[in-house]
T-cell receptor, first 113, second 112 residues
Framework: NAGVTQTPKFQVLKTGQSMTLQCAQD?????MYWYRQDPGMGLRLIYYSASEGTTDKGEVPNGYNVSRLNKREFSLRLESAAPSQTSVYFC????????????FGAGSRLTVL | QKEVEQNSGPLSVPEGAIASLNCTYS??????FFWYRQYSGKSPELIMF????GDKEDGRFTAQLNKASQYVSLLIRDSQPSDSATYLC????????????FGKGTRLHILP
């Protein structure tokens, strides 16, 4: 029972390089989310997807793109990485059951030099 | 103004005492309110959620919601050193969208 799986766990990039963070969930959840976490900033929503085929911007979408490939997978792409995107990224999924309770992945630590 | 506000702390509480964590939110249409706990270097995990005015209790944890004052709190009774963590408040307005917005979190330190 894997829950939410994120890859990679660690990545170092140079400014201007591109990369994709992968996220997959095996709980048959409809909604999926990408957050970033910086020291003292809590979790900030980048993008979310309420269902397969839909995506919406969150609080800090600039510099990112997402793809909801199917119900299980939601990827986050950095087209041209910048040092300001150095952060820990969390993927999460939810299924409404009284409330949208989030299940988080283990996180991906990204450093942009 | 951020949608969800929390005092960043650190909040230091003696072992065995009650820890009180507070959160205010700006969207009056918000319907669901969550408390997550995050240990250093780990993912957030749900403690509890609340969507009706009043109190909701789960073991040593009590969530309190006051929609008129746009205020939600978490009480931890009989605080233990293992409760030392960052506590994140989150809010969702399901009528508007599925966005779940977090506060910056409050660092709690239980003093042995």
């Amino acid at each position: 029972n894997a829950g939410v799986t994120q890859t990679p766990k660690f990545q170092v990039l140079k400014t201007g390089q591109s990369m994709t963070l992968q996220c997959a969930q095996d709980m048959n959840h409809n909604s999926m989310y990408w957050y970033r976490q910086d020291p003292g900033m809590g979790l900030r929503l980048i993008y979310y997807s309420a269902s397969e085929g839909t995506t919406d911007k969150g609080e800090v979408p600039n510099g990112y793109n997402v793809s909801r490939l199917n119900k299980r997978e939601f990827s986050l792409r950095l087209e041209s990485a910048a040092p300001s995107q150095t952060s820990v990224y969390f993927c999460a999924s939810s299924e409404f059951s009284g409330a949208n309770v989030l299940t988080f992945g283990a996180g991906s630590r990204l450093t942009v030099l | 103004q951020k949608e969800v506000e929390q005092n960043s702390g650190p909040l230091s509480v003696p072992e065995g005492a009650i820890a009180s964590l507070n959160c205010t939110y700006s969207d009056r249409g918000s319907q669901s309110f969550f408390w997550y706990r995050q240990y250093s270097g780990k993912s957030p995990e749900l403690i509890m959620f609340i969507y009706s005015n009043g109190d909701k209790e789960d073991g040593r944890f009590t969530a309190q919601l006051n929609k008129a004052s746009q205020y939600v709190s978490l009480l931890i009774r009989d605080s233990q050193p293992s409760d030392s963590a960052t506590y994140l408040c989150a809010v969702n307005n399901e009528n508007r969208d599925d966005k779940i917005i977090f506060g910056k979190g409050t660092r709690l330190h239980i003093l042995p």
